[in-house]
């Protein structure tokens, strides 16, 4: 399953924000293929679609209109075909009770997004490049968890 890229979903409502994403994929040294939603229902709509391509990192925003991110979140984790997928849930401000919710139901980073552009590619590059290298070697991702 070794590739050269990696796909990667992000969902937010900002459109800002699918901008700079967008631009800091491009960036990367690391071969990204992405693809944008504003909302939990047109993920969900896409990842049971017959065509959809599985990523293997979604980025989504804690905060999103339609469906929310704990029911995408629960809905992807009962489905097996979506095992391997890396989940990062971001938010401004969240609670620790919500933190700790998010990794219990299945998400596996969450990042504090910064408040600038510099620390969101920072931040955006750590990520891409950690699931990078256990994408590429094989690792096993069953219990990967990280805080931003």
Not at 36 to 60: H, R
Not at 77 to 97: D, H, K, L
Not at 110 to 134: C, D
Request: include cysteine; aromatic fraction near 10%.
């Amino acid at each position: 399953m070794n590739k050269e890229y990696l796909n990667v979903i992000t969902v937010d409502d900002d459109e800002g924000n699918i901008i700079f994403f967008k631009n800091i994929f491009k960036d990367l040294k690391i071969g990204v293929k992405s693809q944008c939603f504003s909302d939990g229902d047109d993920l969900m709509k896409y990842l049971s679609s017959s065509g959809a391509i599985i990523p293997e990192i979604i980025f989504i925003k804690y905060d999103i209109p339609g469906k929310s991110c704990m029911e995408c979140l629960r809905e992807i984790r009962i489905n097996p075909g979506f095992s391997n997928i890396v989940i990062t849930v971001y938010a401004s401000q969240i609670s620790e009770n919500e933190t700790e919710e998010i990794f219990v139901s299945g998400g596996n980073i969450f990042m504090k997004k910064p408040e600038t552009y510099e620390g969101l590619k920072k931040s955006l590059t750590e990520i891409i490049t950690i699931n990078w290298q256990y994408h590429s070697s094989g690792l096993n991702k069953d219990n990967f968890i990280m805080k931003v």
